[in-house]
């Protein structure tokens, strides 16, 4: 059973600082990982998306990947109260495995 | 005008009626998608299409059928709909990049109720 496992939270940061969220996949062979946030009762939006070792940064967002460590990250500077929403961690090639989410709340 | 489009957006039904919730798109991808989602579960996967000729299984085809009608139109049927089918239901789309890495595009989904 391929599982992708992420702390449910919530993970609570004041407005301006940096929230970081971090995600584990069991199977070897991924070669995408995703990162979409998804506000309650909305459909999930896509984020980050990362396939090498290492950072890819875009905005405020950073997703950090490690391949050895089958360990994904989501780094988000000057955290800001719109970014309260979960946070959804996939992995895969054609078909996505999801995590269950970790709740962000950004207090102003 | 949205890119994925689900109808209807909201249904309430009862035990045992048939079902259908219905996904177009305008993005042109080959492949599509049907997830549930729960509370505390996360989404899973039902069904998946990746051309009109192509129809698997998901990690939760159980009591659940699809049809793919066209390139851009992908639905999900319950038979006889019972109570833990309750959940709220997204399609999205996908098409190869040139790393032939899918991105999935998620539409507003459907909350399906099952008294």
């Known amino acids: 059973q391929k599982e992708v496992e992420q702390n449910s939270g919530p993970l609570s940061v004041p407005e301006g600082a940096i929230a970081s969220l971090n995600c584990t996949y069991s199977?070897?062979?991924?070669?995408?990982f995703f990162w979409y946030r998804q506000y309650s009762g909305k459909s999930p939006e896509l984020i980050m998306s990362?396939?090498?070792?290492g950072d890819k940064e875009d905005g405020r967002f950073t997703a950090q990947l490690n391949k050895a460590s089958q360990y994904v990250s989501l780094l988000i500077r000057d955290s800001q109260p719109s970014d309260s929403a979960t946070y959804l961690c996939?992995?895969?090639?054609?078909?996505?495995?999801f995590g269950t989410g970790t709740r962000l709340l950004v207090s102003p | 005008d949205a890119d994925v489009t689900q109808t209807p957006r909201n249904r309430i039904t009862k035990t045992g009626k048939r079902i259908m919730l219905e996904c177009s798109q305008t993005?042109?991808?080959?492949?599509m998608y049907w997830y549930r989602q729960d509370p505390g579960l996360g989404l899973r996967l039902i069904y998946y299409?990746?051309?009109?000729?192509?129809?698997n299984k998901g990690e939760i085809s159980d009591g659940y059928s699809v049809s793919r009608q066209a390139q851009a139109k992908f639905s999900l049927s319950l038979e006889s709909a019972i109570p833990n089918q309750t959940a709220l239901y997204f399609c999205?789309?996908?098409?190869?990049?040139?790393?032939?890495?899918?991105?999935?595009?998620f539409g507003p989904g459907t909350r399906l109720t099952v008294l």
């Open positions: 996939a992995s895969g090639f054609q078909k996505l495995v």
């Open positions: 199977d070897r062979v991924s070669q995408s």
């Open positions: 999205a789309t996908s098409h190869p990049g040139t790393s032939g890495v899918d991105t999935q595009y």
């Open positions: 990362i396939y090498s070792n």
């Open positions: 299409s990746f051309d009109v000729k192509d129809i």
């Open positions: 993005k042109g991808h080959d492949r």
